[in-house]
């Protein structure tokens, strides 16, 4: 098993660096949150009243460290990479790599990598056996299959969730669509299960 701390690719010009909305770190006095804006250091007030840093998640492009995890693949090792969502860089035509204060979605940087190692398949594992629509009502309902169109449309209607299960959908969506080939969303212990075409969502092209 190896660990590879992992940078991955961003665009400098990126919308979303200049639209921060990622809480990180602990809350904040009052005194502190006050001079971190005074740094340029965008803050805000969580879902519990807490003064937090925000910054910008921008759409992962690629894996710096890709022919690094292939190397190790082909030696049969199981490797751990991407955690966090990878440490954001940009290219810089001047200074070459640069760090970039940002947090990557971990689902998004899972389908670039899965993407660039030409994997046939990608496995999201997570808390719950499958997709569910009407999450949290009693008419919740969970999706075995669907296509890619239909995953962008009931995105684009607020059916999953920004935080929660929408990036693993949206992540899994992206893969399909590029690749054309499978990506099942599902709890751990139903994992095996899921990829021999019982229980969890498969995304479809």
């Known amino acids: 098993m190896v660990t590879v701390l992992t940078q991955v690719e961003v665009a400098a010009d990126d919308p979303a660096l200049k639209d921060p909305k990622k809480f990180i770190g602990h809350g904040l006095s009052v005194a502190r949150a006050r001079e971190l804006r005074a740094q340029d250091h965008p803050v805000k007030k969580d879902a519990k009243g807490h003064f937090r840093r925000v910054v910008g998640s921008p759409q992962p492009l690629s894996i710096h460290e890709l022919a690094t995890i292939k190397a190790l693949l082909e030696r049969d090792s199981l490797v751990i990479a991407c955690g966090g969502g990878g440490i954001p860089i940009y290219r810089d035509r001047v200074l070459g790599l640069e760090g970039v204060d940002a947090v990557i979605d971990k689902d998004l940087a899972a389908a670039v990598l899965a993407r660039e190692l030409g994997a046939e398949l990608f ?10 629509t009407g999450w949290g009502t009693d008419e919740k309902r969970a999706i075995s299959s669907m296509s890619v169109a239909e995953a962008d449309k009931l995105a684009s209607e607020g059916a999953f969730g920004e935080g929660s299960m929408g990036p693993k959908v949206a992540a899994a969506a992206d893969y399909v669509r590029r690749t054309q080939g499978r990506a099942i969303i599902t709890e751990l212990s139903k994992g095996r299960a899921a990829v021999q075409g019982v229980g969890g969502t498969e995304i479809v092209p």
């Not at 496995?123 to 569910?132: G, N």
């Open 123 to 132: 496995l999201i594992l997570t808390d719950v056996d499958a997709v569910y």
